[in-house]
């Protein structure tokens, strides 16, 4: 059992960065743990696919197009994705934690006879075993695991791992999609209006409570998010529940962990709930006029005052730097 | 249309987490259970799917401790049919894979058309047991949904993905519908539903062993945030923010 097996997700055409980022980390695993780093890529990968995924580490890459999968299906992607493990004997099976991984990884782990660390955010190698370390609770707390026999399935929380630039081009190879019965398949895809950045994808998030009073005040949130240009807009529990905004906004235990370089939260009191979803971000600022709440805790930088009367000041000041950069 | 609904006991969404004597798990002293904030979304789906289709059974089923009578009864109480708990202390020692085999071996014999679940527990926060049932019986499953709409012998679907977007999927039934927040408002439960409720079956059986696939080999607390400082009050205090995040993090 050596090398890792990762599935190489394609959107738009194009392999995803979480992909590359979990190809890279398990380029520096394999350093330890022998063999290849083989990437599969269901669809109709680039034609560049070669390079891309040779520069972030991966040595071959095994492509599986046909037009049964053209849109993803996840028993017919994890049946041919189960044929390239029982080709490979790998000791690790990798997927970005993005919704398609997600759903991918439990359905190859059981066909594979394995089970899943999901979501997880660094992996060691410990006597030639490879464990991998995840939050639970909503990162309230972290657990080490490892698979009592191989392989290895996980999935990669985004943004978390480094992505290398400088491998070597890849080689490719097709496969064919055998015995694929599908049951489910995706038939469209209903964009959201306008595109907007995901909270667990932008680097910079901007979060808004109570404080805001209501959703016609969100334009104050937004405004400071398109200053940055790379930001996302996030919200509470209490404000997805009151109706204010969409459920994919919700940052917390049971809305969607994120850890952005900068988070802002702007009139969020901080209830534990929501702390457990942004906690490992790397800079918090709260702006929050009462000076006792209890997300000044966790926040590296904290302005007391009306959201109304700095955000304003704090977006125009963004929009300066921006435009003299 | 027969339904079954797997729900779990976990700790509250409010709790404070601490790591447990054995070094693998929390330390349940002083926490309260409740039942998985996800699997409400789950319950009321199969209710509705239920009264549509104008007939048929929903069983709510757990695996966990005997103190989950209590949320087995509420859902009878909401309106589920019947309940089966599957008796088992050891939960904490469960993977998803093991947890998946033994809800499967019980769903089986159930035959239903539909099995629905919240997307994840809040405890363990994988995700993995509607999509490990699903393949383990060889029926579809569509994770994530927020709405559904069963048309003959299809479900359709959408399920969040990134930004907002919204993929559509048509899955054969059977299938395991993993709950988002979002697919439905659940109903409350009303005395009338606690009082019926206590003359509906509530089934108990023994868990089967089941080895875990992954073994936990620690738990740990993240390191505790350092709580910062306060730049200044209100707008004034902009300009000594922007200083800070550009020239001492240099996030800006």
Redesign the interface.
Known sequence: MAGIVVFAELKSGAIRKASLESVSEAARLVGQIGGNVTAVAVGAAPADAGATLGRAGANEIIIINDPRLAA?S??GY?SVIKGVIEQKQPAAVFFAA???G??L???V???A???????CVGFAVDNGKI?ARR???????????????PP?VATLRPNVFSQKTDGAPASSSNAAADGVDL???????????G????V??APVVVSGGRGLKGPENWHLLEALAAAFGNA?VGATRAV?DAGWR?????VG???KTVAP??YFACGISG???HLAGM??S????AINKD?DAPI???????????VF??LP??TE??KK?RSGN | MDIVVCIKRV?S?????K?GSNG?S?DPAGVNYELN??DEFAIEEALRIKEKSGGGTVTVMTLGPVEAQKELRNELARGADKAILIKDDQLEAR???SI?TVLAEHIRKLNPRIVTMGKQS???????V???V???LG??????V?KVEIVGDVARC???????????????LP?VLTA???LNEPRYVKLQGIMAAKKKPLEEVAAAAV????????????PA?Q?????????E???E??N???NE?K??
């Not at chain 1, 939050?135 to 026999?149: D, L, N, W």
């Not at chain 1, 595109?195 to 995901?198: E, F």
């Not at chain 1, 969409?246 to 919700?250: A, F």
Request: aromatic residues 4%; proline residues 5%; hydrophobic residues 45%.
């Open positions: 993803y996840g028993d994890a993005t919704p398609q997600r759903d990884a439990p359905r782990a059981v066909l006879n394995a089970g899943v660390a999901s979501d464990r939050p639970v609770y909503a990162g309230k707390a972290y657990i080490t695991v490892e698979s009592a026999a290895l049951r489910a398949v995706v038939k469209e895809v209903l964009a959201a209006a595109t907007k950045l995901d667990t994808e996302a997805v969409p459920h994919d906004e919700q235990q049971t809305g370089t900068l209830a534990i709930q906690s490992s790397r800079v918090i600022v000076p000044f805790k966790v926040a590296d930088y904290g302005i007391v005052g009306d009367e700095v000041i704090l000041e963004v730097l | 700790p969404t409010e709790a404070r987490v790591v693998k929390i904030p996800f993977d998803a894979f998946a809040v405890d363990r926060d994988n995700g993995h509607g999509t490990m699903a393949t383990l029926y579809s499953c569509v994770t994530e927020i959408e399920r969040e993905i990134e930004g907002g977007a919204r993929e559509v999927v048509e899955a054969k299938v988002q927040k979002g080895a875990s696939k992954l073994n936990i080999t620690e738990m740990s607390l993240p945030r709580a910062g400082r306060f730049v200044g009050k209100g707008p205090a902009v300009g923010l922007v800070r995040l550009r993090a996030v800006l």
